[in-house]
């Protein structure tokens, strides 16, 4: 309660609000229903995930436009392959704990085409902002090289696994996300 009206004072009632439903839908019916019952856990519960830059856009605008919700995209499509490839390589942990993962339900083939897929998606997501002219170029070019280095990693794995190859890809994720929001704060700020 305390945190809630601190949210509403200090920010907005939309803020509050879309805090509230992530909130909810992060604890109860992710980590309760989702998590334990689907194989696509990561790609429903990433929705929770790619909720902080909504929540900062309304704490300062209180309302949701196109920015915010492009953001949340990109964040949306990262998860997957981000996550796919940490339980790659990391299968028996996710075995032991009886988490559906989709490696676990579908097994490693499927496992990867599913995360070339959403890398592929990912790659057109992230150009979005470029389309509405939130950014220019600049983030156009980094989008561009680094979600091609991201497809060229899944590819690779995808031809060739070894859990090496998977760790590469997990951590690779990491860096990609980091760049490509480096990439649209710089662009915006500077081009």
């Not at 980590?31 to 194989?39: A, E, Q, S």
């Not at 990867?112 to 939130?134: D, H, Q, W």
């Not at 090289?145 to 590819?155: E, K, M, N, S, Y």
Request: avoid cysteine; glycine fraction near 6%; aromatic fraction near 14%.
């Amino acid at each position: 309660a305390l945190g809630s009206a601190v949210l509403i004072v200090t920010t907005n009632v939309l803020t509050w609000a879309l805090t509230l439903a992530t909130f909810f839908g992060y604890s109860f019916i992710y980590t309760l229903y989702l998590k334990p019952n689907t194989p696509q856990n990561i790609v429903i519960g990433g929705a929770a995930g790619a909720m902080p830059p909504v929540l900062g856009w309304t704490a300062v605008a209180n309302d949701v436009s196109a920015p915010p919700l492009l953001l949340f995209l990109i964040i949306f499509a990262w998860t997957p392959p981000h996550f796919w490839a940490l339980a790659l390589y990391r299968v028996e942990d996710y075995e032991k704990s009886g988490l559906p993962m989709l490696p676990i339900t579908h097994g490693r083939d499927f496992t990867l085409l599913n995360m070339l897929l959403y890398t592929f998606i990912l790659l057109g997501v992230s150009l979005l902002p470029v389309a509405i002219r939130m950014n220019s170029w600049l983030y156009a070019a980094a989008a561009v090289i680094l979600g091609l280095r991201f497809i060229q990693l899944v590819w690779n794995l995808k031809n060739d696994y070894t859990d090496q190859k998977s760790k590469a890809v997990f951590r690779y994720s990491l860096t990609y996300l980091s760049l490509l929001f480096a990439a649209l704060l710089v662009d915006h700020y500077l081009i």
